[in-house]
């Protein structure tokens, strides 16, 4: 026969092992909680199903924990800060008799030839870089910036620079930071500074660069032919392409 003190311990060895759960035995109500697949119910104590909504989403899967996905923020597409610029070209002299040459000596320029006096516009719209108004060239000095006499030099809209030289009149009114627009008259075609004493206008394309006044890029650097063949005929053909290629090919920086 068991003592009194033996069945009091087996009666809580009893009781403690009913609440934590002997090993092999199921969790308690207390143990971290598990997913489980539902408990099948029969058709006659099952919910009626409600009928499925047309926004709503998917059921997860058994087992798993569906977190909802943030819908993404819609970005405005980013427009053009602007369009590109449209801008209109002249012919340089505005004269009936008039003639020059595909090529030039030394260096990409053309000698525009009229009579001395025919007006002389801007090639297009922009702001005038640099006016010459008086003769300096004093013959039998090296080649430099006085060779052109009485010039005028313009940073059309388009970002390309024209100049045009031996003039005998700059207009009135014309000076540095002016603003011009295509066609405007901006002197008399002349045989100022190193012309060889014939009327023309000396006529060159360029960008400009660090130095404006770098007579070596300013007298020309494209060749202008093609572009005074198009002016002529009320054409439109741009310089753009040309100058910005030989101004990535030189290093030259506004």
Known sequence: MLSLRTLSVLTVTALSLAACGAPGDG??????????????????????????????APPAAAGKITVPSTPKKKTASKKPASAPL?????????????????????????DIFADCGEPVVATTSGVLLEVSYKDEYVKGRPDGPLNGGLSVSL????GVRYYGSHLSKVQSGIKKGSRVK???????????GNANNVCHLH????????????????????????????????????????????????NCRP
């Open 86 to 110: 449209s801008v209109k070209y002249v012919f340089p002299v505005k004269a009936s008799n008039v003639d020059y040459h595909p090529t030039h000596s030394k260096y990409p320029a053309t």
């Open 203 to 250: 006529y060159g394309i360029s960008p400009p660069c660090a130095r404006v006044g770098d007579w070596k890029v300013r007298r020309g650097v494209v060749w202008p032919a093609s572009f005074l063949d198009s002016w002529r005929k009320s054409g439109n053909k741009s310089p753009v392409a040309k100058v910005k290629a030989w101004k990535t090919a030189h």
């Open 27 to 56: 969790p308690s109500a207390a143990a971290t909680p598990q997913f489980v697949e539902p408990t099948p119910t029969t058709a006659s104590s099952a919910p009626e199903p409600a009928a499925p909504s047309a926004t709503a």
């Open 155 to 158: 940073l059309g809209d388009d």
């Open 182 to 192: 295509a066609g405007q008259l901006l002197g008399k075609v002349g045989r100022t």
